[in-house]
């Protein structure tokens, strides 16, 4: 199990992904679940997977190997190369992309595979291309996906119930970056503390509308300080919270019991 989130607001976008991969309780390890692609000054592409990781990994690979071939002009002079994730014009582009290797590489695989497993896999696709908006899709296993919108505010991936009421209750498009920053860590503690298949270290990219860096992007590890003062933080306000509540009426008549 896994655990993605991305969120866009018209300041920018929050991407993050934990790291734990689970095959049974005792084939746990750690994998990177967010990749970056990016030309400073001309784009920024995040892309975070969940699923077979078999599955996601020969994808990510797959793009990158298509990255390395459009860099041989000899191939490109010859019509070898094809479209990559660098050279698309926009991030519908990137998401098709993304979308149509993850159905070949599913259809490729999937007699094999079934009779062990799921080979199934999803994708969050985030990011800017110079000329257009920052952009966040979901990309299905089908190849299909879906793009965020102002009344679609976050996408998650994997493990999702844990980490979205406190998204659902304090997110909105008038929240600032860092306020939505605080909130994607916050619904990865939820997660973490309620699911054992979802752990840090936590790769979390904080991108700036029309800033074309990921400058800003952190690691969380159980050594962080500000994750763990976070983490402290937060549950002594609920706590203090509970504590200051009034307690249920005590002059409300019970339903007779029949």
Request: aromatic share 8%.
């Amino acid at each position: 199990m896994t655990y993605c989130l991305g969120i866009i607001l018209p300041s920018g976008l929050i991407l993050a992904s934990d790291s734990r991969s689970s095959a049974g309780v005792d084939q746990i390890a750690l994998v990177k679940k967010l990749n970056l692609f990016q030309k400073p000054g001309e784009r920024v592409i995040a892309i975070l997977s969940a699923g077979n990781l078999a599955t996601t990994q020969a994808v990510v690979t797959t793009l990158q190997q298509q990255l390395d071939l459009a860099k041989d002009s000899a191939r490109e002079a010859v019509g070898f190369a094809k479209p990559d994730i660098m050279s698309a014009c926009t991030m519908f582009d990137v998401a098709q992309i993304v979308g149509d290797q993850l159905r070949a590489i599913i259809q490729e695989n999937k007699s094999y595979v079934q009779a062990y497993g799921d080979p199934d896999a999803s994708f969050l696709v985030g990011g800017q291309i110079k000329g257009e908006p920052h952009r966040l899709f979901q990309v299905y296993s089908a190849g299909n996906f879906v793009e965020a919108t102002a009344r679609t505010r976050f996408f998650q991936l994997g493990e999702t119930k844990y980490g979205k009421p406190i998204l659902d209750r304090a997110l909105h498009a008038t929240s600032e970056l860092d306020e939505a920053a605080k909130l994607a860590l916050l619904s990865f503690d939820a997660t973490i503390r309620s699911n054992l298949s979802v752990a840090p270290p936590i790769d979390m990219l904080t991108y700036v509308t029309d800033s074309f860096s990921a400058a800003s992007l952190a690691l969380f590890d159980t050594q962080n300080a500000y994750w763990n003062s976070l983490q402290e933080q937060y549950s002594d306000g609920l706590s203090q919270l509970v504590r200051s509540l009034p307690p249920p009426a005590q002059d409300v008549i019970s339903p007779t019991l029949t």
